[in-house]
Nanobody, 129 residues
Framework: QVQLVESGGGLVQAGGSLRLSCAASGRPFSTFAMGWFRRAPGKERDVVGVIRWSTGYTYYADSVKGRFTISRDNAKNTVYLQMNSLKAEDTAVYYC??????????????????????WGQGTQVTVSS
């Protein structure tokens, strides 16, 4: 069984930065992509960004473009989310997720939660204004 463990959430003032980490462990697995999602109070779980594991190609939601950066360390099976210029509306529980399905390596990155197989427990990010 594959497990994802997130860390790095917390309370930060608007304009500040946080870095989230997500480490994957468990039985041998393949990874097509890893994504970060978030759920704000009263809202659905939405994509923040996704990274293709083989090439590092990334996708970002419009709301975070230019402020958030996803990166990965293949050797550590870890994905990161660097969040800069945080806003109050970034307040949410952040989840990492793994897309381990046998996909064509050239296929598009998935941005909907139901395309992901394994989820972390979530970490709270609160941005005070």
């Amino acid at each position: 069984q594959v497990q994802l463990v997130e860390s790095g959430g917390g309370l930060v003032q608007a304009g500040g930065s946080l870095r989230l980490s997500c480490a994957a462990s468990g039985r041998p697995f393949s990874t097509f992509a890893m994504g970060w999602f978030r759920r704000a109070p009263g809202k659905e779980r939405d994509v923040v960004g996704v990274i293709r594991w083989s090439t590092g190609y990334t996708y970002y939601a419009d709301s975070v473009k230019g402020r958030f950066t996803i990166s990965r360390d293949n050797a550590k099976n870890t994905v990161y989310l660097q969040m800069n210029s945080l806003k109050a509306e970034d307040t949410a529980v952040y989840y990492c997720a793994l897309d381990g399905r046998p996909r064509n390596p050239l296929s598009a990155l998935r941005t909907t939660p139901n395309e992901y197989d394994v989820w972390g427990q979530g970490t709270q990010v609160t941005v005070s204004s």
